[in-house]
Every structure is written in structure tokens, then in C-alpha cells.
């Protein structure tokens, strides 16, 4: 098959998030397909990783879309009924690239990935096309909106609920959408009566992060937490549990060190650090920054879908301690290698818990290890989607 990549973010480096996902199927995919990527860049530091890319995809063609420049866009087009996150990726340059490279290649298969990107591809009917979402987008407002905040954010945040929830609506046009987890398939096939929703969940390298055998004997007494620290569900995340629930841990382990780990971190979360809570920043060997913390948490409270931050320690054999956020994505029974704990002190609880029995910690970890190696690998995830583009391949075309 010719498999087009439609992303909003060049999917390298590959650290985290959606770079992070795309890279890892095209690794896969292109043993036995020939792949293009059609992508933004926002940094022009970017081009000089083109070469690594050039591995995986037979042809590659960016637009340069600034971050001023998107910003300035949703500025101007304040009272839009468009949602803000369509109008920053929103430019004709990308759209004429779009149109201009089907027409010029042979494509058996559109793979656009992101709410943001379907304005580019929803109207191409003559080649199947495939929706990857991250999550529910509007279940991810839904739950911003409902968090106690700024008068002004929260009424902000309402607006874009509802004007996400009216857009999302064009899942319809896409011959399949794909999802990371159950919760977000039943909560879209009711939003949007919609039956062309199946499931393609995050994954892990387990070249990496499973070849690791943890020390569940002499723990250093490290809570760790990452993710990109300038995205607003991570920063939300640890304010919460440096504010709210880790003093409850501390209370009862003084010395325990809770770590965050992540690029870009913001002001806000740079004002928490202190004796016990350490901003450690980007760190490349992030498998072994899990094996040497004792447990790995994830307190978000935004956001929906399968989460890298519950899954990669998993993988390394260590326990997690997750809100329903990120949770419910994994298919797993509370314990299985994560354990359910959405109000603060149920949180701290689990994780005083797992920090003052080792064998608890082992039995957890070693659950949550089996379950990734056994579901949640790359390979496995790349067969999926590799299914499922053959099986679009093989229905007839509208005429």
C-alpha cells in the first residue's frame, strides 16, 4: 500500500505524544509499504532531522506555519464558530499541498492524524481515509470546563467545549476514525451517533523499555511524573499533586523526592520547586529515569485516552498510581500494573501504599509489565493499523 501521513507536528524528535506515535508506526509500516508525510514545521531547526525521517518515508513535503503566526490567526478570528485549535493549523498553503500531492502521487490510503488536521483531508472522496485521534477531543474540553479555576479560563474553556463538540461532528465524513481507548469510542459513538470508530492505542518500545529489571528491594524513594511541561494537562497535573496531595505523602515519608521529568517546563511549574520536589527537565533515557523512581504517577485531571506517562513505567515493572484520566484507557483492573485513585487522598493513600511494602510494589509492577509486553507493544499496534488499512482497501469506493 501508499500510505499518506497527514500530522500537525513533524514527528521528530520522537520524545513524546503524537511525534512520538507516528514515528513509531512508520518505523513499522514501511518494511512493507511505501509511506509519505505531508506535516507542519513550526521551528525551521526541525529540517536538519529530515534525514532520519528520510528512512522511514519515501517522500516528505512541509509547510513552515510559525507559532506567531498561528496565534495571530486565532487573535483575528476571535468570534469564529470555528474551534481555536482548528484555526491554528488553519492555512491554504497546507490544503493546496494536500490537494495538489494526491492528485500527483498514487495513494491508496489517507492517514490523518488529530482533530486539527481533518479540515484537510475530510472532502477527498475518491481515496479511503483514516481519522487518528488522540482522544475524544470534546471529552478533553469537557473535563477543563468542569475544573474549578480563573472565572475568565473557565468561561473560555465552555466556549471551546462547545464549539469542539459541534466541529468533531465531521468524523462522519471519514471512511474510519480511530480512538486510544473504549472510553473514548462510547463517549464520540453517542456524541456523534457515529459507528465507524475502532481502537488504536498508544504503545511502547519495548526495546527499550522492557529489556530493564527493576529493584523493587532498595528503592531511592523517587515519585516521578513526565510529559511535556508547557502542555496545560501536565502543568495542571503537578501543581495538583504538589499542592494537594503530596504533602499527605510527606507527611508520612519526608524524604521522599518527587520528580518531574519534561521539556519546556513553564514558569508555574518551575515556582514548585524545593527541597522535595526536583524539576530535572528533558532527560533522553527516560526508561531509566523510571527504573531508578520507586513508583510513577498521574495525577491529570484534563484529557482522555491511553497515556505514555501510565504506560512506560509500566513497561519498566514500575507500579503507577493514575487518575481516571489515562486509566480507563488501559483496559486493566485496578492494580494490574496501575492503580485507580481519583480524589486526593485516595491518591496519596495508594502511593503511601505502594512506597511502604515492597512486595506490594513487585506484585503491582510485575502485573503492569506483563500487560503492556503482551498489549501494548509497537509491533502490535502497527499490525492493527496495518489491518485496518487493508481492510478500508478492500471496500469499493463510492462512485
Not at 464549539?163 to 481507548?181: G, P, Q, T
Request: glycine letters at 4%; proline letters at 4%; a positive charge.
Amino acid at each position: 500500500m501508499n500510505i499518506l501521513f497527514i500530522a500537525n507536528r513533524f514527528p521528530y524528535p520522537p520524545y513524546r505524544g503524537d511525534k512520538l506515535k507516528i514515528f513509531n508506526l512508520a518505523k513499522r509500516l514501511c518494511v512493507n509499504h511505501r509511506l509519505f508525510l505531508l506535516t507542519f514545521i513550526q521551528d525551521k531547526k526541525d529540517i536538519v532531522h529530515l534525514p532520519e525521517l528520510r528512512k522511514y518515508f519515501d517522500k516528505i513535503e512541509t509547510i513552515y506555519l510559525p507559532k506567531y503566526l498561528s496565534t495571530l490567526k486565532c487573535a483575528v478570528n476571535v468570534l469564529s464558530s470555528k474551534p481555536y485549535q482548528i484555526l491554528y493549523f488553519s492555512t491554504k498553503k497546507f490544503k493546496n499541498l494536500v490537494d495538489r500531492f494526491v492528485c500527483e502521487n498514487k495513494t491508496d490510503i489517507i492517514h490523518t492524524q488529530h482533530l486539527r488536521m481533518s479540515q484537510y483531508t475530510y472532502d477527498i472522496k475518491n481515496i479511503k481515509r483514516i481519522l487518528d485521534l488522540p482522544d475524544a477531543y470534546s471529552l478533553y474540553w469537557e473535563r477543563r470546563a468542569k475544573l474549578n479555576r480563573n472565572i475568565f479560563i473557565k468561561l473560555f474553556d465552555r466556549i471551546e467545549y462547545k464549539k469542539v463538540m459541534r466541529y468533531e461532528s465531521i468524523i462522519n465524513e471519514f471512511d474510519l476514525n480511530l480512538v486510544c481507548s473504549e472510553e473514548d469510542k462510547v463517549f464520540l459513538t453517542k456524541a456523534h451517533k457515529t459507528k465507524n470508530i475502532e481502537i488504536l492505542p498508544n504503545g511502547v518500545d519495548l526495546s527499550i523499555f522492557d529489556n530493564m529489571s527493576h529493584d523493587y528491594d532498595d528503592p531511592d524513594d523517587i515519585i516521578i511524573f513526565t510529559g511535556n511541561m508547557d502542555y496545560s494537562p501536565n502543568i495542571d497535573a503537578v501543581v495538583y499533586f504538589v499542592e494537594e496531595v503530596f504533602p499527605l505523602i510527606l507527611s508520612k515519608f519526608p524524604k521522599i523526592k518527587f520528580h518531574i521529568v519534561g521539556q519546556k517546563p513553564v514558569k508555574k511549574v518551575l515556582n514548585l520547586q524545593s527541597e522535595n520536589v526536583i524539576i530535572k527537565g528533558f532527560i533522553e533515557d527516560i526508561a531509566s529515569e523510571y527504573n531508578k523512581s520507586t513508583v510513577a504517577i498521574s495525577p491529570v485531571r484534563i484529557g482522555a485516552g491511553t497515556l505514555n506517562k501510565v504506560l512506560e513505567p509500566m513497561a519498566v515493572g514500575v507500579p503507577v498510581v493514575s487518575t481516571k484520566v489515562g486509566f480507563k484507557g488501559l483496559g486493566i483492573s485496578s492494580g494490574e500494573g496501575a492503580i485507580l485513585a481519583d480524589d486526593k487522598f485516595q491518591f496519596a493513600n495508594a502511593v503511601i501504599k505502594l512506597l511502604g511494602d515492597k512486595e506490594y510494589r513487585r506484585e503491582v509492577g510485575i502485573k503492569g509489565k506483563l500487560k503492556v509486553s503482551q498489549q501494548y507493544s509497537w509491533d502490535t499496534i502497527s499490525y492493527l493499523l496495518e489491518k485496518y488499512c487493508l481492510d478500508l482497501c478492500t471496500q469499493h469506493l463510492p462512485i
